[in-house]
């Protein structure tokens, strides 16, 4: 059964890299992923509508006579370096009786639905590297990967800027994302596959199988362990003292 964290939305102005939520941390220590989750509450450097807008304008700038079901790698600015883009434009049609595969670490079956309705789409692919952990801040918990996004907007002007998402649900069989760049859980531990959506929610899942997290909708994902039960290494003893 997926575990979810809310996250609580208040009103924040929006940065550059985000939005800051200035929300009160829970009395409550860091959950474990065990049972059942309720509502927490914290303060969230969150990804936020200016920067998935400025992402999908960088990603649709590598739109150069695009050839329809053909990914093109988009480039970031100096202030966003680490983060690595790309993207796809497919016919909506197409998606839905083909699927796509192999879009970076990301398996698209057949049989996805888009709402609103457009003739063609574009799946932009964000990851975001060393900066997945100041998007996304998870108390209590350590990523062993980047956090990978799969957003799907209107295909319709590729030099539209600002566009809002569009929903997309799989149908058939979930969408499927294979983590490359994944360090070892500790041992004794479990890793764990955590999706943000874009209401501004983590759910938790079980891994499908090695490191491969699935999913029914777009968002954001990555692999992550509950580090708050990890004991801290013992300090080394001053020389010549040994320790008890």
Do not use: W
Not at 95 to 119: A, C, D, M, N, W
């Amino acid at each position: 059964m997926p575990l979810r964290v809310e996250y609580r939305k208040v009103n924040a102005p929006l940065k550059l890299h985000g939005a800051v939520r200035s929300v009160t941390e829970t009395p409550s220590s860091s959950p474990a992923i065990t049972g059942a989750f309720s509502s927490i509450s914290l303060n969230l450097q969150h990804y936020g509508e200016a920067t998935g807008s400025l992402l999908q304008d960088y990603a649709y700038r590598a739109f150069v006579r695009p050839r329809t079901g053909t990914p093109y790698d988009g480039v970031v600015p100096s202030n966003l370096t680490g983060i690595k883009l790309a993207v796809l434009r497919l016919r909506n049609g197409s998606l839905k009786s083909r699927g796509f595969h192999g879009f970076k670490e990301f398996e698209i079956p057949t049989g996805i639905v888009v709402q609103p309705y457009v003739k063609r789409l574009a799946f932009v692919y964000q990851n975001l590297g060393v900066r997945s952990s100041f998007y996304y801040p998870l108390l209590g918990f350590s990523y062993l990967s980047p956090v990978l996004g799969l957003l799907a907007y209107n295909a319709a002007n590729i030099s539209a800027i600002n566009l809002p998402e569009l929903d997309i649900m799989a149908t058939k069989s979930p969408i499927s994302i294979e983590f490359t760049d994944v360090k070892p859980a500790p041992s004794g531990f479990t890793a764990k596959c955590v999706k943000f959506d874009l209401n501004g929610s983590a759910v938790f899942t079980d891994l499908v199988s090695g490191t491969v997290c699935s999913t029914f909708l777009q968002g954001h994902f990555a692999i992550v362990v509950n580090s708050s039960e990890i004991l801290p290494s013992p300090s080394p003893s001053p020389s010549g003292i040994p320790s008890l």
